[in-house]
């Protein structure tokens, strides 16, 4: 696709749930990045995949988290045992591959909002 | 590490006022920089980018950026804006080559235009 897509927009969980989020990222894009905004505005990174690779998961916190990126599917963000502190809009962003200056431009997605309650 | 600082969280501006939008990095290692816009309910666009070359940086929607590598710096500017600017502007730093690096966020300044 053109864009990057994520579903869905909006998720309610109460605490304790799951929650899994869906991102296919534009055609021809090698990297995948996740990012947490919570309400005070501040981007944290989360994971970033090369392929279905993960590269760099830095941000990821230990428990509960996980990602992935499989072949011929969407990447997805899984939430095991929702907290009320994991409400925030969850954005996916992709770029093309990392070689070269001219591929410096990551585009994101609409987000998924999700609110545990 | 990398860091973003920007210092205003909010920017009143009348229409058709110039504006300026401060952003501020540290870093042990040459970045690249980026100005992204985000409108209510909406995803990041990118406005500018700064990877190397003139200091000054033209963007989208009649924006502009100047490097200021002494000072580390990257604001901001446009000389006339509009009521469809109001939005929340977030700075970013991406450490190396390439666009596989995370962006390390500033934590945005909302700029709101008046009539």
């Known amino acids: 696709g053109e864009e990057v897509a994520q579903t869905p927009k909006h998720l309610v969980r109460g605490e304790g749930q799951k929650a899994k989020l869906y991102c296919a990222p534009i055609?021809?894009?090698?990297?995948v990045f996740w990012y947490q905004q919570v309400l005070k505005n501040e981007f944290k990174f989360l994971i970033s995949f090369q392929n279905e690779n993960v590269f760099d998961e830095t941000g990821m916190p230990k428990e509960r988290f996980s990602a992935k990126c499989l072949p011929n599917s969407p990447c997805s963000l899984e939430i095991q045992a929702t907290k009320l502190e994991d409400s925030a809009v969850y954005f996916c962003?992709?770029?093309?591959?990392?070689?070269?200056?001219?591929?410096?431009?990551?585009?994101f997605g609409q987000g998924t909002r999700l609110t545990v309650v | 590490a990398q860091s973003v600082t920007q210092l205003d969280s909010q920017v009143p501006v009348f229409e058709e006022a110039p504006v300026e939008l401060r952003c501020n990095y540290s870093s042990s290692v040459s970045v690249y920089l980026f100005w992204y816009v985000q409108y209510p309910n909406q995803g990041l666009q990118l406005l500018l980018k700064?990877?190397?070359?003139?200091?000054l940086v033209k963007g989208i929607n009649g924006f502009e950026a100047e490097f200021n590598k002494s000072q580390t710096s990257f604001h901001l500017r446009k000389p006339s804006v509009h009521i469809s600017d109001t939005a929340e502007y977030f700075c970013a730093v991406s450490p190396g080559i390439g666009g596989y690096n995370k962006l390390i966020f500033g934590a945005g300044t909302r700029l709101a235009v008046h009539p």
């Open positions: 055609k021809g894009h090698s990297y």
């Open positions: 700064y990877l190397s070359g003139s200091t």
């Open positions: 962003a992709s770029s093309m591959t990392g070689t070269g200056t001219l591929n410096t431009e990551a585009f």
